[in-house]
């Protein structure tokens, strides 16, 4: 009787393992997804950034230049 108990701790110790890999496995999915749609903002505001006519600038909060666009550059 006590090995049949023994036995059912253990299973319901596995299940338990069972539930936060499959936890962790959905917030590495997250993380990866996260990853990803920052990597095409970056690409999609780079773009814009850089190939616009008009003339950008990227400041820091103390008001220095950090970067700036061709087109403010040929100004």
Do not use: H, W
């Not at 814009?48 to 230049?65: A, E, H, Q, T, W």
């Amino acid at each position: 009787m006590e090995t049949i108990q023994t036995l059912k701790n253990e299973i319901d110790i596995l299940k338990q393992s069972i539930e936060n890999l499959r936890s962790n496995e959905g917030a590495a999915i997250s993380q990866m997804e996260a990853t990803s749609a920052y990597q095409k903002t970056q690409t999609r505001f780079n773009a814009v950034f850089y190939s616009s006519l008009l003339g950008n600038k990227i400041i820091s909060p103390d008001l220095c230049i950090l970067e700036v666009n061709p087109a403010l550059v040929s100004l």
